[in-house]
T-cell receptor, first 114, second 110 residues
């Protein structure tokens, strides 16, 4: 069974631009979560989607948004990029109704903002 | 607010020595605690969860609600245990939101 796939793996943007990251969950997984990982703050929860609905959101500004499609694939968007948005963005999927906390992570999308 | 603290950024031990990775949490309700591990060039993956009370790869962790701790232990460290370990806190809301600690890098030397 293929794991969680994230694209692109690496990208470089400049301040003020926007970026869209994509995540394909494990087949059959309907919950997709996003995390931001930085050296200073560690892993921080961005949001979770289930059945195309955002059902939980972390403490991030409105520039961070996401969505989920009917096939459970998810995208997250960051608008008006700031230097501090440079990070590894991790996507995780899990079975609906599965054990709490059993997240399956992708390899991440590393965003560098210049 | 929910918080997870891992006081050690780096823990260096010799092969065969006991290992204890510390984790303390802050949560007033009934917590669910997890340990995740990331080996070199691999994805972050679940190692164990407190509710299972199982031993994985020789590691165990006991939830101590009085001390609000969930320390990860292994009696005899192996070189292949070298990795980044993250403690994480969840709560039984049915949602998959976890609060992670900042991680401890375990280095096991021969």
């Amino acid at each position: 069974k293929a794991g969680v796939t994230q694209t692109p793996r690496y990208l470089i943007k400049t301040r003020g631009q926007q970026v869209t990251l994509s995540c394909s969950p494990i087949s059959g997984h309907r919950s997709v979560s996003w995390y931001q990982q930085t050296p200073g703050q560690g892993l921080q929860f961005l949001f979770e989607y289930f059945s195309e609905t955002q059902r939980n959101k972390g403490n991030f500004p409105g520039r961070f948004s996401g969505r989920q499609f009917s096939n459970s694939r998810s995208e997250m968007n960051v608008s008006t990029l700031e230097l501090g948005d440079s990070a590894l963005y991790l996507c995780a999927s899990t079975l609906a109704g599965g054990p709490a906390g059993e997240l399956f992570f992708g390899e991440g999308s590393r965003l560098t903002v210049l | 607010a929910q918080r997870v603290t891992q006081p050690e950024k780096l823990l260096s031990v010799f092969k065969g020595a006991p290992v204890e990775l510390k984790c303390n949490y802050s949560y007033s309700g009934s917590p669910e605690l997890f340990w995740y591990v990331q080996y070199s060039r691999q994805r972050l993956q679940l190692l164990l969860r407190h509710i299972s009370r199982e031993s994985i790869k020789g590691f165990t962790a006991d939830l101590n609600k009085g001390e609000t701790s969930f320390h990860l232990k292994k009696p005899f460290a192996q070189e292949e245990d070298s990795a980044m370990y993250y403690c994480a806190l969840g709560w039984n809301t049915g949602f998959q939101k976890l609060v992670f600690g900042t991680g401890t890098r375990l280095l096991v030397s021969p």
